[in-house]
């Protein structure tokens, strides 16, 4: 990619910046690849040194859920104010189970998209190549298991 941005760069290749304010003039850019966190916890086991919630210590997380789907219509508005028109957005996401309650976010995202302006052209689906499941997961399933994530193909108009 000609420009590439994150929140705490690794790479001195990278621009330091939050996606919900980029440096970026307005309609610039014709095309966004965004793969932003996907999980939200304020559990004890993220202090814990086990192999618990090793997704969650891994990868950037979010307090609630409410935070997290907050940062995505944030993030969705930047990316309208930057994209071009007929400018193509890709946004990889996850559906989860948390606390026994199902997100399905990709269906969040798309409609959260679709308000500002975006129409979603396309939808592929990545299954895993690895599955990491802590054992507190396997005694406690109540829903179907998430092996997979979304590249949702929006097109601004």
Not at 76 to 96: A, M, P, S, T
Not at 103 to 111: M, Q
Request: glycine fraction near 2%; aromatic fraction near 14%.
């Amino acid at each position: 990619p000609k420009f590439k941005s994150d929140i705490l760069p690794l790479y001195d290749d990278v621009i330091e910046a939050d996606c919900r304010n980029l440096p970026f003039e307005n309609n610039s850019l014709s095309c966004i690849m965004f793969d932003p966190p996907f999980l939200a916890t304020k559990g004890s086991s993220l202090k814990k040194d086990d192999n618990n919630n090793f997704i969650n210590k891994r990868f950037s997380v979010f307090p609630t859920e409410k935070e997290l789907f907050k940062f995505y219509d944030d993030s969705l508005n930047e990316f309208y104010r930057i994209l071009r028109r007929d400018g193509v957005l890709i946004f990889k996401c996850q559906d989860k189970t948390s606390s026994g309650k199902q997100y399905l976010s990709h269906i969040k995202i798309i409609n959260s998209a679709e308000r500002l302006g975006f129409i979603a052209e396309d939808l592929f689906i990545l299954l895993a190549k690895s599955r990491i499941v802590a054992e507190w997961q396997i005694k406690n399933q109540k829903h179907a298991r998430k092996f997979h994530s979304y590249f949702v193909v929006f097109i601004k108009k």
